[in-house]
C-alpha cells in the first residue's frame, strides 16, 4: 500500500469547545513522510508542532499537544478521521490554542476529506505490525490498555460510570473501514455534575447541547440547574426529570462507548504509522490512551526497522529456481534461498544457515560462526534481485560492490538460524547506480546492516 495526503485542501469553521472562540482550521496535502503536523497561523513566525505521542503536555477533557509556550488541544476528532481514513501526510493550519468542536464528532471531518478525494503518493506505507502484547494500567481508575497482534487495526472498548444510564456500555470496531458509518459521527458526553469543576478551571467555554451529550443523571435543585444552562446559553430544564438534555436523539444506544472509540483512534495517530494490531480498552481515556502511544513510539525508535513478518506456509514471490535465473551466482557462493517479499523500493530475502555450509570447515571448526563479510554479501545478492528483476533480459546484468558504509555486527550467526535480509534502496536508480540499506534479522534481532552502493553492468 502506498502513503497518502489529500488531494486538495479544505477548511472548517466553528467554536473552540474550551476557549469559546471562533476558529478556523484548514487540512493542507503535504509530501511523502511528512506525517501529522499542526501549524499555528496566528502566531508569530507560525510555530509547527509535530503531531507525535511524546508532544501531548495535557490529556484533561481532550489531547493537547504542545511545543515550548505554543500548544493546540481537542486535535483528536480531526486526526481520528485522518487515521481511519488512510491518510498519513498532513499539514493543519489553525488560528487558535484548539480545533473546533463542530458536532462533538468527526463526521464534518470525514465529509470533508471525501470532499478533498485522497491522493496516492510514490513510497510505501510504513506500518507498526503488533508482534507481542504490550499493555499498559492505571491502578488509580482501573483502566487498562493491551495490545495484541492482529491483521487490521482493530478496537474493543468498555467503559464503565457511576451513572444510571451509562454504568457498562462496549463498542467494536472490527476494521477501520467501519469508522465512517459506525463511529464518526458518535459525539462527546458530559455529566452535569461535571460542568461547573470544568467552568471553574476555565474549560468548555464554547460547551452547549450542539456539540455534546448533556447526561443529567444526579438531581440538583431547580436553582443550580438553571445556573448551569445560564451558563452554557440554553434553555431551562426540568430538574425532576433526568436523563439526556440534548434536542438531538442518540445516534446508537452505545453512542458514548463509541465516541470513546473515536478519542482511542484520534490517539492513536500520534505514532505516527498505522497499526495492524487489536487493542482492547478498558476504562479507556487520553491519559492512558496517551501512556500506550508513549510506549509504541519508544518501540518505533529503538527499531530503525521492523522485522520482517516470514510465514512458512506462504508461497515465496521468489524460489530458488528464479533466483538462480537472475543472480550469476552458484554454490557454495548463492547466499539466498527465496525472496518472500518484494514492492517497488524493498525486497526481503531468506537464508536458512545449515551445518553444512561450506566456510563453517575453516570458520571455525569447534564454533561454527557465519562470517560478517557473507551476510553483506547475501544483502548484496538480495539488493540485486531487487533492482536486476525490473530489467529486460536481467540474466544479461550483473550486480558489482562500489563502496560499503556503516557496516555493524551485533550478534552470531550459527547453524539453525534463519536470516532475513531486508534491503530498501535508499534513492532512484540512476546509470545503473543503486543505493541501498540493508538489515539482517534473526527473529526481532538485527544481526548486522550495512549501507551500500552498487552497479549494474551489462555482460560481456
Not at 46 to 52: G, K, T
Request: proline share 5%.
Amino acid at each position: 500500500m502506498k502513503q497518502r495526503t489529500l488531494q486538495s485542501s479544505f477548511t472548517l469553521q466553528g467554536i473552540g469547545l474550551h476557549t469559546g472562540q471562533n476558529i478556523v482550521v484548514t487540512f493542507n496535502p503535504a509530501p511523502v513522510d511528512h506525517g501529522y503536523k499542526i501549524r499555528r497561523v496566528d502566531l508569530e513566525d507560525q510555530p509547527v508542532i509535530e503531531a507525535l505521542a511524546e508532544h501531548v503536555v495535557h490529556t484533561q477533557r481532550g489531547t493537547v499537544l504542545g511545543k515550548g509556550n505554543v500548544m493546540v488541544s481537542t486535535i483528536e476528532h480531526g486526526f481520528a478521521a485522518l487515521y481511519a481514513l488512510g491518510i498519513d501526510n498532513c499539514l493543519i493550519d489553525v488560528n487558535a490554542s484548539e480545533f473546533p468542536i463542530l458536532d462533538g464528532s468527526a463526521i464534518e471531518y470525514v465529509r470533508e476529506i471525501r470532499k478533498a478525494g485522497v491522493a496516492e503518493q510514490e513510497k510505501d506505507k510504513d506500518f507498526y505490525i503488533v508482534r507481542n502484547k504490550m499493555e499498559v494500567t492505571d491502578p488509580e481508575t482501573g483502566s487498562k490498555l493491551t495490545l495484541l497482534p492482529d491483521d487490521a487495526f482493530c478496537i474493543n472498548s468498555f467503559i464503565e460510570f457511576d451513572s444510571q444510564y451509562i454504568p457498562n456500555q462496549s463498542a467494536s470496531m472490527d476494521t477501520v473501514t467501519d469508522f465512517e458509518k459506525e463511529i464518526a459521527s458518535c459525539r462527546t458526553f458530559v455529566f452535569v455534575r461535571e460542568i461547573e469543576q470544568l467552568r471553574r478551571a476555565g474549560l468548555i467555554k464554547g460547551g452547549n447541547l450542539d456539540n455534546a451529550i448533556v447526561i443529567y443523571e444526579k438531581k440538583l435543585s431547580q436553582k443550580e440547574l438553571d445556573e448551569i444552562a445560564d451558563e452554557l446559553g440554553v434553555p431551562h430544564h426540568n430538574a425532576d426529570e433526568l436523563g439526556y438534555l440534548n434536542h438531538r436523539k442518540l445516534l446508537f444506544p452505545n453512542e458514548p462507548a463509541r465516541h470513546k472509540l473515536l478519542d482511542i483512534i484520534g490517539d492513536m495517530s500520534l505514532i505516527g504509522k498505522p497499526i495492524k494490531g487489536r487493542l482492547i480498552a478498558h476504562k479507556p481515556g487520553h491519559k492512558i490512551n496517551n501512556q500506550l502511544a508513549r510506549l509504541i513510539r519508544k518501540d518505533i525508535k529503538l527499531n530503525e526497522v521492523q522485522p520482517p513478518i516470514y510465514d512458512l506456509k506462504s508461497e515465496p514471490v521468489m524460489d530458488n529456481n528464479r533466483i538462480r535465473e537472475l543472480l550469476p551466482h552458484r554454490y557454495p557462493f548463492l547466499m539466498v534461498d527465496k525472496v518472500i517479499q518484494m514492492t517497488d523500493t524493498y525486497i526481503v530475502g531468506v537464508k536458512n544457515i545449515t551445518t553444512n555450509e561450506p566456510y563453517f570447515t575453516g570458520h571455525f571448526p569447534q564454533e561454527p560462526v557465519m562470517p560478517g563479510v557473507l551476510q553483506v554479501e547475501a544483502m548484496a545478492q538480495t539488493g540485486g534481485l531487487l533492482v536486476l528483476a525490473k530489467l529486460d533480459e536481467p540474466e544479461r546484468y550483473s550486480t558489482y560492490f562500489l563502496k560499503i558504509d556503516n557496516v555493524k555486527f551485533r550478534h552470531k550467526v550459527v547453524p539453525g538460524d534463519t536470516i532475513l535480509f531486508r534491503v530498501e534502496l535508499t534513492s532512484e536508480m540512476r546509470r545503473g547506480i543503486a543505493t541501498m540499506r540493508g538489515l539482517a534479522f534473526i527473529g526481532d534481532k538485527v544481526v548486522s546492516e550495512a549501507d551500500f552502493t552498487a552497479q549494474i553492468i551489462k555482460n560481456k
